[in-house]
């Protein structure tokens, strides 16, 4: 399985971005995608995550500006970010909880990570 990351750069304050990261592999189930971060000087931390139901869960610096999606046909998931701060600069990853086999145990695996950016 692996993860193809896409979508970081370099914005002002208060502007928007949108990642995307899309799944390959052998995948038979996606339990939930996620986006992780990871600042200069900091442990990686949740961003947002969906699960299978489109239930979503969201870290509380960023509820109401950015909104985790996911395209089930693609094995995709997105996160739109608005009203980017400084604070908001780091690495981000997506992540993917699945099984490899019918009734397996679920794996999780990561992407590559993409560079976020957010000027003052």
């Known amino acids: 399985v692996q993860l193809q990351a896409s979508g970081g750069g370099l914005v002002q304050a208060g502007g928007s971005l949108r990642l995307s990261c899309a799944a390959s592999g052998s995948i038979v189930s996606i339990n939930a995608m996620g986006w992780y971060r990871q600042g200069p000087g900091s442990q990686r931390e949740l961003v947002a995550v969906?699960?299978?139901?489109?239930?979503?869960d969201y870290a509380t610096s960023v509820n109401g500006r950015f909104t985790i999606s996911r395209d089930n046909a693609k094995n995709t998931v997105y996160l739109q970010m608005n009203s980017l701060k400084p604070e908001d600069t780091a690495v981000y990853y997506c992540?993917?909880?699945?099984?490899?086999?019918?009734?397996?145990?679920?794996?999780?695996?990561w992407g590559q990570g993409t560079q976020v950016t957010v000027s003052s």
């Open positions: 992540n993917l909880d699945c099984t490899i086999k019918p009734g397996g145990v679920v794996f999780r695996y």
């Open positions: 969906i699960n299978r139901s489109g239930s979503t």
